[in-house]
């Protein structure tokens, strides 16, 4: 393999900007050429391809973001918008691609290695922590933090007003987010999609500890689980607090990545540079213990990664 | 005078505590008796008193809120409110205020010593830099902070997707906030309730920046020059970008003070009580080119604070 | 059991609290009456120790160091220190024991619970990571981002200047720090205990490097390998950069935990409490891939942590 | 004017791309063209001169250090190498000049504006807020948040230990840094040039209040008043608490500019082309109360900044 490129694909992630750098450099410090594919698979159709080497992702691993930029791309999901991103690779003389992006992106590349054979290494990156096989995605970590800061924020205030604060947070499909969140903040409580919520009994609880003496209460929801502002009509006339809601929205995309991002990242684009050196068809990086390893992407992808949820107990229990 | 009383009114701002700290010990060194009155005005007219001494206020300076917590306190609008207060005040001895707080509380202050004649001094804490007469009030600073490592993280998200991001920030009747922020990111543009918007202008000029190469587009709105989702609906379809919005909400109360805000806190806090001391009656702590001098509360809340408009033009040339 | 004790010990580290606030919850929900012990088995031997309730470690999580304080303490490495110890414990009633600490403080549980038979669970606080048997210990993430914050505002006027900076940080026998703050930062060299380095071959890269055009260099070296005073002698004169030197300090010890010591910090925490309900004698909790599991605390000291030798050269090879 | 050139110089502090982005911005929107001056007074000498557009500013805002490299540069004290600097001005065709820097740049300009008649405007760019005639410099507000940061996470360490820690920070002349960081974070002591200090007094203060029970005890120095050692040395063993010590050093220098920061250069970058745009000859931007105004620079460099005495009594009664 003399040639390789890489993008990014699907919602940005804190940390991808790292993963690109050590492809890249690894790349070229390996006698490989590094393509960047702009805006994912959507530059990949249209030839938005340019080389890029080690000078070009010098002091780009502490940046939010991603350099190549990202989209979703419904072309791709096309026979046709496929087969011109077929084109645009053997025209540019691309052998082997790495993906940096969340379970549709992983998607896209089986179907893409399955259709024209190119080797295709996922890595990782999403804030939402859903894909199997793997301890962290690129993402995870700087986002908790970002969410915890602000959770933290609302507290004070929360506190200063003796209010209820219902935060509504990332997590479409896991409450990852929103239960780690819940756990690292001392929350009344995390609403999840993976666990039915009796309000009712929420309702009592939270009264209960009202009366106790507690000063504030923050109830943490994902947002696959409901809208905060739903949940603030449920329960706000029932807990004694006055309640405000507060939606966190993209601020938890964003922000320059946490160490842990920057090791994982850059470990795993290291990683993926080996694998396509190594042969390797369409496999992902993993994070397990510590240690990168690889499993065949068709694996991670039809596997639904569960949340640990003695951690749901925990969370009520320490509040 | 040996005993004096210290109160938070309103919405919280980050470096209440540390003046409550100042108030505390200053006074503490100076032979005083201080008392701490709970949730504002409410607790002043329920007699929520404590004595605070010098450990009572160990390590609060960098905690966000107040310790004394807050509220509006709609009873001390009536005359029998005031007097229940003026009563406790005289139950505990107290021969004079300090209240910490923003316009409504002030306005309160006046009312207050005019009635009773007892001495108050205000010290003027408000995220919304609305006072007159002082360069600054306490939490201003920290919230602006918040507000713009809360836009930065927007635009790395914003670069990545080639967006636009409409983000409504605190700021009721004055634009400082949504003005300072979007100066200090770069945004766009500011929508505040100072000058008037042409919305069609606006979406005309983000265009032409996104035709001439530009990967992101902020703009910033005050809450009292309209709603984020106003904004959006009126210039999304005109603009060139995929236009999402960011409510920052109640994030912009909480944190740790930052240095600013911790100083002019505690210098505002023991000029308060120097002023009961020195025998003032009605005066409000004002920072004026680094010092702290002391205003006429009357003078104060009759002057309304003007915004420096050529900062507004500034925003609008740089971006 | 009925009763139990908690104690920090060995150098603090961020996440303590969070521990201790989680031994002392799940211990108080669980029934159990919580101790805690002050200083380190120093308070065990004195018996400075108090009864702790739910809300005794209220809002202590996002707190840097330990409320209950810590100690190096000679005396519990006598056997008459000891003796001394277990009849405090007798007193109190304590029939089980959480030591939250290092690599010595884990060697004195056994110890202590061979000699007297005390069940004590270990809980691996500290930040040098030099614990085996765990992915990582309490504080370490933190410590790592105050690490990673610290070396980018060196880059800033290192860039500025065009110089070198060789950063001193924590890490006696240990170049984890060292190394992964290295890798995250892109820094040009990492000194660690565990790799003998050849100062003249590193200067001549840093040489060759400031030929093709870089503007900073940033060493970083572990306490445990060399002194950056020493390490500035020895390359710079031969590098083609001014250079300064920075010794990070004490700073890496504090500061409020990141989302995943307050993690780790909790659960863990459960887990020694749940370790004592079911009857363990001398084990310390751990984490394997994202789980918290116990280990034989006899086997954890006698087992020398590896740093993994593969990343010293990913930091040279992406620098 | 047509042609204006923009330089940093001396020690580098926060905020100056800030600064460098509002002359560059500034000056193209008002018709001029800029030219970037590299390594301070350095690259004026030697012509590392290129010209700068809008998009060469992009994103460096929010940026430590400068874009433009600084440097303190000896040959610039000679008459020589000011006039090798005038024929490179003559060269590019620039007639008027921006200096961002500290005392030494501002001095520079004044005799390089006296001898060769081309107009320059200083704008004070220093973390030592050493510059009289303006209540502050940019970079200070950053740095004194970077202390306050620091010394916050040393007292974490301190009270769990109950150790003291000796903490030096940055100020030459100035105990601006040292004594406003002392009060922001409640620190018993600040020693700094402008006071003198009787140690056996301070000592004495900190064992009485170390015997009434404080379980820590800051004192910041600032490094014109002596070294961090010393001080340890003179007062380690008369002050009943182990101490330790902290040298802050070169992340003082560091770090993204705090808002305050990003406003006050962004203000005085467009305050200084508007001066050389209305004939100014030779003067300073400078903040008064909220305003940025000029102010004759040769005024500015003949007088002492004074540090207001006031805080420093401040500083040790609320300890």
Redesign the interface.
Known sequence: MKTIGVL?SGG?S?G?NAAI??VV??GV?NGLKVFGIE?GYCGLIDGAIKELNFASVAGI??????IL???RCGEFFTREGREKAANQLAKFGIEGLVVIGGEGSLTGSVTFHKEFGVPVIGVPGTIDNDIAHT??CIGV?TC?????D?I??????A????RA?IVEVMGRESGYIAL??A????AEAAIIPEVPIDFDQLAERLLEERKRGK?NCIVVVAEGAGKAEEVARKISNKIGYET????????Q???SP???D??LA??MG?RAVQALLDGEKCATTVL????ITLIDTEEVISTKKKL?LS?YE?CM??S
């Open positions: 990014t940005d804190p991808m750098r050590a450099r690894y410090r805006r691993m502490e940046k939010g973001g991603t930029r990202t989209s301890d962290m970590d908790l933090n970002t969410v915890v602000a933290q924020k609302l507290k004070d205030t506190t200063s007003h003796e604060f780690m969140s756990i690292a903040t001392g000063l405000r809601i507060s939606i966190l929205g993209h601020i995309r964003g922000g946490t160490a842990f920057r090791l850059t470990r290291v397990k213990s510590g240690q640990d951690l925990m229990t320490l």
